[in-house]
């Protein structure tokens, strides 16, 4: 169950007396306005507002983080819409459960009442699950909601998407979080005995997950501290969870992109942060190394040629090392290449390369640079007139290593950043004394 919740009377009425309720339940919301850090989604000119207010229910995706509404904002829709409301789990349902759901909400739409389909972790049913809402959905027999913590586009059928509209919810903010503060201390009657130092490092503990939120502050709201706990207080009086990662999905692209776009883009300190988010979230150390490798050639390349080196070195460290130790050396490695100089010139250029390579086919070489290990190749020509580099005047004869059919091709422009502003240089020197020798091809 998600999410973000305000006191409800007659749901609390419908359950056993003195049972058990976690606070999360206790204050959930009874109205869609209560939802908070959605405005995005719900405001009066944003997606669900105007749904709502036109009346007119749609099938939706709702994609977020655990903790932001999923299942609240589903519950009241059900309620602004008048429809009955049934929730699946694609983590426990199978096509069995999925046909009794289908035939419920047949037989009460011939008794004129529609029917709201929650289904939590939508993304876990399989391909030929997923297909068999689409006829349900399409003639109207339910009002589909699915909620997801997986990117959509990745994990649902593109049929079943294009009868859906994707809705995203974001993390709560810091705004959001204190509002579910501060109606939880509405709830208890009292302020809870946190210092302001505390109660930030509480609202930065929940990672933008209201559900989580509430239960630490149901955890403080029990101690019964006569002293207002400081953030060491805190950190030692409730439990803290790993941050949010999962290396096979979404979350493990996202923050390799941010770690790999931070040292492209010359922050070592944020380029630090996400190395360490990714560590604390159990990613392997060796594929953040085959990373930084990528990183070395692809970002930096011939601006700084020992960036490469020190990319595999940390690799080499970290294999001889281990955790914790090792790790050190990729945070060396990771502000060693954020503060190199950087050129992209070789990863563009080899591209170009290849395009050209198939745009010309198969060409031959010139002539006078083709090996002639037999006498007949001798006699066709093969190696005539070539000049030795080394014996010609600075080195350089200038010759042309083109195809003869082929006009020559830049496809190397070096920037002029770190060691490729001195290759530019020399570059430039042998395309002087090339025009100046042109005859010697």
């Not at 490695?333 to 503060?339: E, F, R």
């Not at 640079?369 to 020509?381: E, F």
Request: charged letters at 25%.
């Amino acid at each position: 169950m998600s999410d973000l919740f305000k006191s409800s009377t007659a749901e609390a009425g419908s359950e056993a007396a003195g049972a058990p309720r976690p606070l999360a339940d206790r204050l959930r919301p009874t109205a869609l306005a209560e939802v908070v850090g959605q405005d995005q989604l719900l405001g009066p000119e944003a997606p669900l507002g105007r749904m709502v207010a036109a009346r007119r229910p749609q099938s939706i995706i709702l994609w977020g983080p655990p903790g932001t509404g999923k299942t609240t904002t589903a519950r009241l829709l059900s309620d602004a819409f008048d429809l009955s409301f049934e929730q699946l789990s694609a983590v426990f349902s199978g096509v069995a459960d999925l046909k009794r759901a289908f035939d419920a909400a047949r037989q009460r739409r011939r008794m004129g009442r529609g029917t709201l389909l929650f289904v939590d972790e939508i993304h876990r049913f399989n391909r030929s699950q997923q297909d068999s809402f689409l006829p349900v959905v399409e003639d109207g027999t339910v009002v589909l909601v699915g909620a997801t913590t997986e990117n959509p586009s990745f994990e649902l059928n593109g049929a079943l998407l294009s009868r859906c509209q994707v809705l995203v919810l974001r993390r709560l903010d810091d705004a959001a979080l204190e509002a579910l503060l501060q109606r939880t201390e509405a709830h208890y009657g009292e302020p809870l005995k946190l210092e302001a130092d505390a109660r930030a490092t509480l609202r930065a503990m929940a990672d933008g997950d209201g559900r989580y939120l509430l239960n630490l502050a149901e955890e403080v709201a029990n101690l019964r501290t006569v002293k207002p706990l400081d953030p060491a207080g805190l950190m030692a009086a409730v439990q803290r969870r790993m941050p949010l990662y999962d290396k096979s999905r979404e979350e493990h692209y996202n923050l390799i992109s941010a770690l790999h776009k931070s040292v492209r883009g010359s922050d070592p300190d944020a380029a630090l942060y996400w190395l360490a988010r990714m560590l604390a979230g159990g990613e392997q150390p060796l594929y953040i190394a085959r990373r930084m490798v990528r990183m070395a050639i692809e970002d930096i390349s011939l601006a700084d040629p020992e960036a490469v080196h020190q990319a595999l070195a940390a690799k080499d460290v970290y294999e001889f090392l281990g955790s914790p130790e090792g790790e050190l050396a990729l945070a060396q490695c990771i502000v060693y290449l954020a503060t190199a100089p950087k050129s992209n010139a070789v990863y563009r250029a080899f591209p170009a390369a290849k395009r050209a390579a198939q745009e010309y086919g198969s060409l031959m070489p010139p002539a006078h640079i083709l090996s002639a290990p037999t006498k007949m190749m001798k006699n066709l020509g093969y190696g005539a007139g070539y000049n030795y580099d080394h014996e010609a005047e600075d080195g350089f004869s200038g010759q042309n290593y083109f195809p003869d059919k082929m006009d020559r091709k830049q496809f190397y422009i070096p920037k002029e950043t770190g060691f490729e502003r001195e290759i530019a240089k020399r570059l430039d020197y042998w395309s002087k004394l090339r025009a100046k020798r042109s005859g010697g091809s």
